[in-house]
Every structure is written in structure tokens, then in C-alpha cells.
């Protein structure tokens, strides 16, 4: 199985919270989970990414927390901000690198 | 330093028409991928280059895809005979090293196709 499967599609959260996106995948010879995020008319900017011999990594208010047993990882983010509003898509790749993206979260910060 | 960039940044093309798609990678990067994104849904491979080496083109959807880079830098991607299901925005992404060192990929704007 190569799918990627995300949740939740949309999350709206009011400033300062917390935003929290789920994926779960299902090949276990991934190796590598970045998460991308996307704004309208532009391509996917890489945001974060861990590998899965690490359970945690922390960039500024992003951090993706990776459970290689139960073949999950999420995104938080912390003191979410009006600019973070945007569609989130975590993708797993293998060493072909070829990236395999889950089907993205729009999150919506309000003021 | 200019990112990836792609033109045109849209296209409309009747059913039946030939559609050329043109990338521009970072300069001096080796890997070159090509995604199709379909409205409200995530990126999905369509082929990749290492230089001028198309190795895996196992996401086109069909014969009538077809993409190339001539000499390791600019890459095409050509849609003979539009259909309404190509309408999709078509993404192309370079990373500076080669497979298997999980590179990071750097995304273009993407074209919009639109086939009417």
C-alpha cells in the first residue's frame, strides 16, 4: 500500500491555539516524512521533516511527533497565527524519493 | 537565487489539443519530478530525472504523457490529445542531489491546465 491517509480536511483554530494534523501510513519501508505546506496559486514549501529513528523534532513553533509502532505522525502547531493559515500535506517517501502526499488539511486561523 | 519556476502558469486548452509544459529547475540541481494536483486533493508523482535519465515514469496516467530533459536542465512535459481529466495543476520540483539521499524537494508555482 502506498497511501498516505490524513486527517482532519479542514481545522479552523482561533489564534494562540494549538493546530494539530494526523497522518497514518501503511508501507513500512518509508523513511522519510516531511510535511509541506501550501498557499493558494503557489507549490508545496517544505515546513519540517523527521525520519523514523527519531520520535520527535522541534522547528520554532513546528513539531512533528512520529509513532513508528502504530505508523502515525502529526504536525502541531504552536501559537497558531493568522499567516499559518494554509493547506497543510504530509507526504513518506522511500530512498527513490519519490514523495507520496496525503490529501491536506486547509486550516483556517482566525484573529 | 530564482527558485523552480514553470510557464505557462496557466493554460486552457480545448479537448483534443497538444499541451507542452516547461520547467525550470534550480540551477545545478540533479533531480527533476513532475506531480500532477487535482482541485482539493494532495500531489501525486507523475515521473522522475536524474540528469537527462528518466527513471521511473510509472505515475503517467497514460501513453499520451510524456515528458524529457534533454540535457539535465529544463524539462518538458507534453499532453497529446487533451482530455477533461488532465485538468489539473502540474507541479515540478528539483532537489539538489540524487536519489536515496532524501533531498529536499523545491516545488514551482505549477501550471494550471484547464481543458474545456
Known amino acids: 500500500q502506498q497511501q498516505v491517509k490524513q486527517s482532519p480536511q479542514s481545522l479552523i483554530v482561533q489564534k494562540g491555539g494549538i493546530s494539530i494534523i494526523n497522518c497514518a501510513y501503511e508501507?513500512?519501508?518509508?523513511?522519510?516524512f516531511p510535511w509541506y505546506q501550501q498557499f493558494p496559486g503557489k507549490g508545496p514549501a517544505l515546513l519540517i521533516a523527521?525520519?523514523?529513528?527519531?520520535s520527535e523534532k522541534k522547528e520554532g513553533r513546528f513539531t512533528i511527533s512520529f509513532n513508528k509502532s502504530a505508523k502515525q505522525f502529526s504536525l502541531h502547531i504552536m501559537d497558531s497565527q493568522p499567516g499559518d493559515s494554509a493547506t497543510y500535506f504530509c507526504a513518506a517517501s522511500r530512498r527513490t524519493d519519490k514523495l507520496i502526499f496525503g490529501t491536506g488539511t486547509r486550516l483556517q486561523v482566525f484573529p | 537565487g530564482a527558485g523552480v519556476s514553470q510557464s505557462p502558469r496557466y493554460k486552457v486548452a480545448k479537448r483534443g489539443q497538444d499541451v507542452a509544459l516547461r520547467c525550470d529547475p534550480i540551477?545545478?540541481?540533479?533531480?527533476l519530478f513532475w506531480y500532477q494536483q487535482a482541485l482539493g486533493q494532495g500531489p501525486e508523482f507523475l515521473t522522475y530525472?536524474?540528469?537527462?535519465?528518466?527513471?521511473?515514469k510509472s505515475g503517467l496516467p497514460s501513453d499520451r504523457f510524456f515528458a524529457e530533459r534533454p540535457e539535465g536542465s529544463v524539462s518538458t512535459l507534453k499532453i497529446q490529445r487533451t482530455q477533461q481529466e488532465d485538468s489539473a495543476v502540474y507541479l515540478c520540483?528539483?532537489?539538489?542531489?540524487?536519489?536515496?539521499?532524501?533531498?529536499?524537494?523545491?516545488f514551482g508555482p505549477g501550471t494550471r491546465l484547464t481543458v474545456l
Open positions: 520540483a528539483s532537489s539538489y542531489r540524487t536519489s536515496g539521499a532524501r533531498d529536499t524537494q523545491y
Open positions: 540551477s545545478g540541481h540533479v533531480s
Open positions: 523527521i525520519r523514523p529513528d527519531v
Open positions: 530525472f536524474q540528469n537527462e535519465a528518466q527513471l521511473d
Open positions: 508501507n513500512t519501508a518509508f523513511d522519510y
